[in-house]
T-cell receptor
Framework: DAKTTQPPSMDCAEGRAANLPCNHSTISGNEYVYWYRQIHSQGPQYIIHGLKNNETNEMASLIITEDRKSSTLILPHATLRDTAVYYCIVRVRSGGSQGNLIFGKGTKLSVKP | DTEVTQTPKHLVMGMTNKKSLKCEQHMGHRAMYWYKQKAKKPPELMFVYSYEKLSINESVPSRFSPECPNSSLLNLHLHALQPEDSALYLC?????????????FGEGSRLTVL
């Protein structure tokens, strides 16, 4: 079973920041938070990951709460091409089954003109 | 080269046919994966190969048979499939299974079973 809870859908105006929440209240100390997205009819694409600290790369920022029970993916200036299903996934750095990338239902983000 | 290439992009087969899906990566990754994705559902893990050995089979029916001929190639052999097996089949690779590194996904092979 997926260990995360995300809203099924969200809308965002083009050019505005998109803030996608994720709840992972049962996260373990050695589990990382990963975000992937899947644009229609394409394979999933890695966005960002983090353990405790906030992270930023050229695509997005990841804000993890101090208790690590939730996180927010921020797309600072959403474009129409960011319309996709966004998956928040927790996994350990492990060669065992807990290290597998298991997708939950994700959030369908629609960026509107 | 940061691509995972899957062929064919589309495949239509009858329930008595034998066909194969192919996946190739040249990133030097040692872990490769097959996922199955039904319409409007998230991808589901099927198989994991690590250093060319099958390490995970998520209770997949035997009509799906994976093969990893070398570290760059991953095949999925299909035989006696059912219409409910129609789906998008995604291949992915990562540096290794235990790392924090990301998975790179291919565009998928869309399979229709008649």
């Amino acid at each position: 079973d997926a260990k995360t809870t995300q809203p099924p859908s969200m809308d965002c105006a083009e050019g505005r920041a998109a803030n996608l929440p994720c709840n992972h209240s049962t996260i373990s100390g050695n589990e990382y938070v990963y975000w992937y997205r899947q644009i229609h009819s394409q394979g999933p694409q890695y966005i960002i990951h983090g353990l405790k600290n906030n992270e930023t790369n050229e695509m997005a920022s990841l804000i993890i709460t101090e208790d690590r029970k939730s996180s927010t993916l921020i797309l600072p200036h959403a474009t129409l091409r960011d319309t996709a299903v966004y998956y928040c996934i927790v996994r350990v750095r492990s060669g065992g089954s807990q290290g597998n990338l298991i997708f939950g239902k994700g959030t369908k983000l629609s960026v509107k003109p | 080269d940061t691509e995972v290439t899957q062929t064919p992009k589309h495949l239509v087969m009858g329930m008595t046919n034998k066909k194969s899906l192919k996946c190739e990566q040249h990133m030097g990754h040692r872990a490769m994966y097959w996922y199955k994705q039904k319409a409007k559902k998230p991808p589901e893990l099927m198989f994991v190969y690590s250093y060319e050995k099958l390490s995970i089979n998520e209770s997949v029916p035997s009509r799906f048979s994976p093969e990893c001929p070398n570290s760059s190639l991953l095949n999925l052999h299909l035989h006696a499939l059912q219409p409910e097996d129609s789906a998008l089949y995604l291949c992915a690779s990562s540096q290794d299974r235990g790392g924090v590194g990301e998975l790179f996904f291919g565009e998928g092979s869309r399979l229709t079973v008649l």
